[in-house]
């Protein structure tokens, strides 16, 4: 399968953020919203993901709540743009930024946001992101 894969730039809390985004050839998946500290480390994971699981990924750099609160609304706002399917946003930490996508989730819910999967391990087959 071939990918796309392009920098862009988010609207963060604290200012602009470079993030990464990795698109499958077929329109329509599910976005994987990829909390990191940083974009280039985990390009590598992002690639198999897109590759192995069909899923548009979104890397962001993020170092805290309200940033990685603003990179998901963000991806939820333009999911469509990048191909993904708005109605699927997947949501995954790595590292320190694990526990602020969990409280991104968490808050999500809260306040009524439509559901968000929160995914304790990247999946790396189509059948693992299906509801």
């Known amino acids: 399968m ?34 990191d500290g940083n974009v280039d480390e985990v390009d590598p994971l992002c690639r198999a993901l897109c590759t192995r699981a069909g899923l548009v990924v979104l890397a962001a750099p993020v170092t805290g709540l309200d940033d990685a609160t ?17 109605h699927r946003l997947l949501l995954a930490g790595v590292g320190a930024a694990t526990a602020l996508a969990a409280e991104v989730a968490r808050q999500a819910t809260a306040t009524g946001w439509p559901v968000l999967r929160l995914l304790d391990e990247p999946p790396t087959s189509p059948e693992r992101t299906r509801p």
């Open 2 to 35: 071939s990918i796309r894969v392009a920098d862009v730039h988010l609207r963060g809390r604290t200012g602009t953020l470079r993030g990464r985004v990795h698109q499958p050839s077929t329109p329509d998946r599910a976005l994987l919203v990829l909390l």
């Open 70 to 86: 603003a990179v998901v609304e963000w991806a939820a706002d333009h999911a469509a743009e990048l191909g993904a399917d708005p």
